[in-house]
């Protein structure tokens, strides 16, 4: 990925910082798969989430992706294994989505993207 050395020195550059403000733990995107009860292929379906979430694929997963592996027994590999530990924010999806017209609000408030 950063084979080219003005892109390497760029990389090492910058200091990474994960929020943990108040202990609560920083925010994290997060990849899923789901079956739905209408699926023609529902046994193929399984399988490939099976596989999905087993620590071959994770690897592979989290190197093509320059990512966190979601199964905790695969750790982190190359440069996300230098960023070091997360703490990730436990809010759930459904509090961020009750709360997601007040923070348009207040980025418009304070004219964040300006």
Same mark, same amino acid.
């Given at each position: 990925m ?9 990389a090492?550059?910058?200091r990474?910082?994960? =929020? ?5 733990g ?6 899923g798969?789901?079956l739905?009860k209408?699926? =023609?292929n529902?046994?193929n379906?399984i399988?490939l ?5 087993? =620590? ?10 320059? /990512?966190y592996?979601?199964n ?12 070091? /530990?997360?703490?990730?924010d ?12 007040a ?10 993207d300006?």
């Open positions: 950063l084979n080219d050395e003005n892109q390497r020195e760029a090492e550059s910058v990474l910082v994960f =929020p943990n403000a108040a202990g609560r920083t925010h994290i995107n997060i990849s798969i789901a739905t209408s699926a =023609p529902r046994d379906a399988r989430m099976e596989f999905l979430s087993e =620590p071959k694929a994770q690897q592979i997963y989290a190197e093509a992706n320059t /990512e592996p979601a905790p027994d695969v750790k982190p590999s190359g440069m996300v294994a230098e960023w070091g /530990e997360i703490n990730p436990d809010l759930s999806l459904q509090e961020i989505a009750e709360n997601r017209s923070a348009v609000k207040m980025v418009d408030r304070v004219d964040y300006n």
